[in-house]
Structures are given as C-alpha cells and as structure tokens.
Antibody, heavy 120, light 110 residues
Framework: EVQLVESGGGLVQPGGSLTLSCVAS????????MHWVRQAPGKGLFWVAR????????NYADSVKGRFTISRDNGKNTLYLQMSSLRPEDTAVYYC?????????????WGPGTLVTVSS | QSALTQPASVSGSPGQSITISCTGT?????????VSWYQQHPGKAPKVIIY???NRPSGVPDRFSGSKSGNMASLTISGLQAEDEADYYC??????????FGGGTKVTVL
C-alpha cells in the first residue's frame, strides 16, 4: 500500500526555520516526481515545490523561492522541505504529494499533512 | 504566478449536471494539456479526479469529465450525487515549469 507520512510541523516564530520530512512506503521515491502542496486554514490549495526523480531540477512557487528548499534521500525513501525566513503567511498544513512519473498532473497520493504555524 | 480563476461556489440538485470553470492564461491553461482536477472533502486530503484535461484515474466514476478550450478548462459532473458535495480545485502546469492551483469551488448538492 502506498503511504506518505509527513512530520516536523509545529509552532515557529517569524523569521525562524523548520524542516519537514515525508517518509514514503509501498513504493520507491526514486521512481516518482514529488511535490509539496500547502493549505492555509480555511483556504485553498497552493503548490509549493517539486523535485525530479534524480533530485534535479527543482522548481518553486515565487513566494517561497530562495527561502524553501526541496530535497530527497532516495536511500531513506524520504522527501524534505527546508523552510527558512518563515512568515505568518506560510502558516498552513503542508502535504507531501506523489506525482506519477511521466504523467503530468496526476498527483495520485497525498500524505495526511503536517501543520506549520508561524506566529510570535 | 496568479491563481487560476474558479467560481467560489456552484450548486445543483441530485441528478443534475454542473460545470465548474477554471480560467488561466496563455502561460498555463492555454499552452498545455496538463490541467488536473482535485476533489477535497472536509478534513480530508485532496483526491485526483481528472488529469491531463480529460483523463480519469481508475476508480473515478465516469460522471466526472473534463475539457479545455483556449485558456479555460472545465469540469463537468453529470448525475450529481450527494457524495459529490466537496471542494474542487483545478491545477495547471505553467511555462515557468511550476504548477498553479485555482482558488477552489465549493459544490453544494441541494
């Protein structure tokens, strides 16, 4: 069974840093594109970042570029999102998402999400 | 990267058909066949119901269908059922090699 489980969320002060992890099971991370998508409380979905099967290239939404870094450890079957210079508007549930390789836009597996709260 | 434009809400009676629009630009929806639709029930993670404009993953009922014309994509739900009440989001690939979601549409079954 394909499963994604995020961790690392929590309360952080503005300007602070946090690293999210996503452990994959039931499939090999190295064979799939992976994304992070977030959802602010009561708001819509927002695409954050993606990483290719080899770890390159990576792409980011403009609002997080230069502050967030997506990476993967295929050996640990784990996806990461390093977040720095956090702002209150980054407060959201962050989802780890698998995208079927070669099929654009088929985000077929989602984790339950981890909540990041940026507040003083 | 402006969000794609969706109506905030759409409603219909059981058995009716409804259509949700998703308007983008020539830099996203208008240039690629990579438009997908996601259904999200309250407190749940989103679920893909349409990818690459009009492809349904296995297990998604055929009353869900997608189309695209120019800068606008559409999701049609035929034979609306109570369990279709949810939020729906479109997403498109962009010329910047990024993805952009629509603002979401709340579907209410009357």
């Amino acid at each position: 069974e394909v499963q994604l489980v995020e961790s690392g969320g929590g309360l952080v002060q503005p300007g602070g840093s946090l690293t999210l992890s996503c452990v994959a099971s039931g499939f090999s991370l190295r064979s799939n594109w992976m994304h992070w998508v977030r959802q602010a409380p009561g708001k819509g979905l927002f695409w954050v970042a993606r990483i290719d099967i080899d770890g390159r290239p990576t792409n980011y939404a403009d609002s997080v570029k230069g502050r967030f870094t997506i990476s993967r450890d295929n050996g640990k079957n784990t996806l990461y999102l390093q977040m720095s210079s956090l702002r209150p508007e980054d407060t959201a549930v962050y989802y780890c998402v698998r995208s079927v390789y070669g099929v654009y836009g088929n985000f077929d597996s989602w984790g339950p999400g981890t909540l990041v709260t940026v507040s003083s | 990267q402006s969000a794609l434009t969706q109506p905030a809400s759409v409603s219909g009676s059981p058995g009716q058909s409804i259509t949700i629009s998703c308007t983008g630009t020539s830099s996203d929806v208008g240039s690629y066949k990579y438009v997908s639709w996601y259904q999200q029930h309250p407190g749940k993670a989103p679920k893909v119901i349409i990818y690459e404009v009009n492809n349904r993953p296995s297990g998604v009922p055929d009353r869900f269908s997608g189309s695209k014309s120019g800068n606008m994509a559409s999701l049609t739900i035929s034979g609306l059922q109570a369990e279709d009440e949810a939020d729906y989001y479109c997403i498109s690939f962009t010329s910047s090699n990024t993805w952009v979601f629509g603002g979401g549409t709340k579907v209410t079954v009357l």
